[in-house]
Structures are given as C-alpha cells and as structure tokens.
C-alpha cells in the first residue's frame, strides 16, 4: 500500500446500454476494445499507467497533472476523429482530478478517486470535467483552458466540490504557451442557446446580455407567475456565460444529469454544459418557468 500525489483519470463509454441494443453484443464489444486499443497508446504516450478497465470504462492514473490533461484532451480527439465517416461510432465522457490517492495491488483508492468518478457520471458525451483543485495543479497555459461550472455534492465529502470543464477542441500543440484566457476565447467563440416554448434565444458576442422575466419587457417573456417582473439575466464576462438572479423567489440551475440543483438567491452562477433554469421554481419540473440551455462551440 502507498499514499501518492496522482492525477487519476477515469474514461466512460456514453450510453454503452443502447450501443449495445444498437449493434448487439459482438459488435458492440469489439467496438469497444478496438477504441481502448487506441487510449492504450495515448495513456502511454503520457506517461500514464493503465490501472484497470470496467467493461465500457478505463481507469488509469498520472504522476504529472499536465500529463492527464494532454491526455484526456487527446483522448477526445482520437475518439472525435475516429467517430467522422464511419456508421457505428462512439463517443466518451471523461473525469480528471489531482490530489491524494492509495495505490494498493495494482488499484487506485481515496477521496481523489471518488470525485473523479462522480464527475464521469455528471458529464455529458464528449466533455472533460474536473475540478477546481485540479485546476490549480495545472500550469498556467493549460488552467486557461478550463471554465468553471457548478458546485455540486459528493457523498462522503462535507464541502461542495466547484466543478470545471476542459475545453479539448483546440489545437493541443498550443497548450504549451502561456494563452490567457481572453486568447483562448478568441480561438475557440463559444455561444449559449436558451430555448423557451421552441423558441431559440442566443447569447454570443454580438448579443451578450439577455433578461427573462415576467413583463413584455424582456428579452424572453416567462408566462409564469412564479417569474418575477424582471427574474434573471444572462451575460458574457470573460469568455464565460453568467447568469444572475434578479428575483424574490430565485433561480434553480439543473444540469444534465445532475443529482441535484443550485438554488441561486441574488447570486450568481456559470452557465456551462446543458441543462435547464427554473425560474422561480425547480427547474426538474420543466414547465412554463423553465428554460433549456445549452453552450456550444460556433461551428462545431
């Protein structure tokens, strides 16, 4: 048994259930493992070490935090350029965090491996999440290629865990400048739609601000009366999309597949990923007061 610094990743197959309804089991597998043949070689190619494999899933750990990065960024990649022309594709959800961990028969345990393997759970297909104490581990030129999301719980842990995504579709060789943050945002223009009642709104750099509430007023118009008058506005600060709370009964951030939801009272949040805003009321509920959003890269 050791105790050890490690950046532990943890790679996920996305809805490995219906791939396997999909293409029956034969295919589906040898989907699968011919995919892991190629993480294999880029864990490898980052010094990473292989710790076991979970059917649709990989665990393997680092000792350099830049290391897992690069490599959970390649790994996305791989897969993403693999998956183009061809019909049976796949596509991962990966988790990242740094800190302590025990390395005992050839398996990794700890509170570093919990968090990392909620975080794989609350991702989405094709995102990188982790956390903010990984983030800080990071060097600079890579921590500017991170945007922070929600807190969120984790059973075991008394504090919320501030959750972060890594922005992977860019150029990896570029990761070794130090970019800040306003270049990354240059490189790669992020856009967040919000649809109400099929209606598409969109706030990018030609449109950062947008204000729902209750009166016609307003950009998006909530016929709810749990909606204040003026509820909540959206906008762009720093390459990131802001949301805050304007209202008497708050607003509620629910991500895809997410446990639980923020309750936001006169605060603020980072819009991230997809989900819904509740306005007024829980945004599970996915009435008349919610709205669906999500942030995607222009032209991808």
């Not at 197959?13 to 040898?30: F, H, I, P, R």
């Not at 596509?91 to 990242?96: H, I, N, P, R, S």
């Not at 794989?120 to 922070?148: F, K, M, Y």
């Not at 209202?247 to 639980?260: E, K, R, Y």
Request: a neutral charge.
């Amino acid at each position: 048994m050791e105790n050890a610094q490690r950046a532990v990743l943890f790679v996920d197959v996305t809805d490995s259930t219906k791939l396997y309804e999909s293409l029956g089991d034969t295919v589906a597998l040898a989907l699968i493992n011919g995919v892991f043949a190629l993480l294999d070689k880029v864990i490898a190619k980052y010094a990473g070490v292989l710790v076991k494999t979970l059917g649709d899933g990989m665990i393997c750990v680092f000792e350099d935090p830049d290391n897992a990065f690069r490599a959970a960024c390649e790994i996305q990649t791989t897969v993403h350029a693999a998956a183009q022309g061809t019909r049976n594709s796949l596509q991962l959800k990966v988790g990242f965090t740094y800190g302590p961990v025990i390395l005992s028969k050839g398996d990794v345990f700890g509170d570093t491996m919990n968090v990392c393997s909620r975080l794989v759970v609350l991702a989405n297909a094709e995102q990188i999440l982790t956390s903010a104490q990984t983030v800080d581990a990071l060097s600079p030129g890579l921590r500017s290629r991170c945007r922070a999301l929600f807190p969120t719980r984790i059973k075991g842990k008394a504090e919320e865990v501030a959750v972060s995504e890594i922005m992977w579709r860019y150029d990896p060789a570029v990761t070794e400048t130090n970019l800040t943050r306003a270049d990354f945002a240059k490189a790669v223009q992020m856009s967040l739609k919000l649809i109400y009642r099929g209606n598409i709104f969109v706030v990018s750099r030609s449109r950062p601000t947008l204000q729902m509430g209750r009166e016609d007023s307003n950009d998006i118009v909530i016929a709810s009366l749990f909606a204040s008058r003026v509820h909540a506005r959206v906008h762009t600060r720093e390459g990131h999309f802001v949301i805050s709370d304007l209202s008497s009964n708050g607003t509620f951030l629910l991500v895809d597949d997410h446990s639980g939801e923020v309750h936001l009272r006169r605060e603020e949040a980072v819009l991230g990923g997809r989900g819904w805003i509740g306005l007024g009321k829980n945004a599970t509920r996915h009435g008349d007061h919610s709205v669906r959003y999500s942030l995607q890269a222009e032209g991808v």
